[in-house]
């Protein structure tokens, strides 16, 4: 399939390097960027947003790539199910087979992208603002000095 791969972050050097020795030597069409400064300016330039962690605190990294209107193929974790509402593709982070699988359903459009999206976005709009966010905070601090909390 016409597809590329770029990974962005850092990781252990010699793991690294041995995959890049694997791509290497089947010419795979994988680039390690590293870390980057400015990833909302970066994101735009992809169709798809892959997470492939085994262990997620948050997912805020999803919710950013959902505001920008990317489709998400993240693994099955259940906090990466619950920041997205289940509205995100979703993976055997264990099983290789499972992303493949879903990449090439994407791939032959057995799976609709911008329907993916416009979910997103609405998604971010309805949970995530800045906004939302501070009336969180304030009912927090309202319980906490409205019931004698001291901590």
Known sequence: LNISLDIFGTGELSYLHELQKTIDA????????????NIPAVLPNYDLYVMPSHHEGFGMAAIE???????????DL????EVTYGSAL???????????RTITDIYHGKIDLTEHAATGIALVKEHYTKT?????INEIYSYIFNSGHQS
């Open 26 to 37: 089947n010419k795979l069409p994988v680039t390690f960027l590293g870390a980057s400064d």
């Open 65 to 75: 790539a959902m505001a920008i209107g990317l489709p998400l193929l993240l693994a």
């Open 78 to 81: 259940k906090v990466l199910h």
């Open 90 to 100: 979703f993976f055997d982070q264990n099983d290789p087979i499972t992303l493949a």
């Open 132 to 136: 939302l966010y501070l009336e969180k």
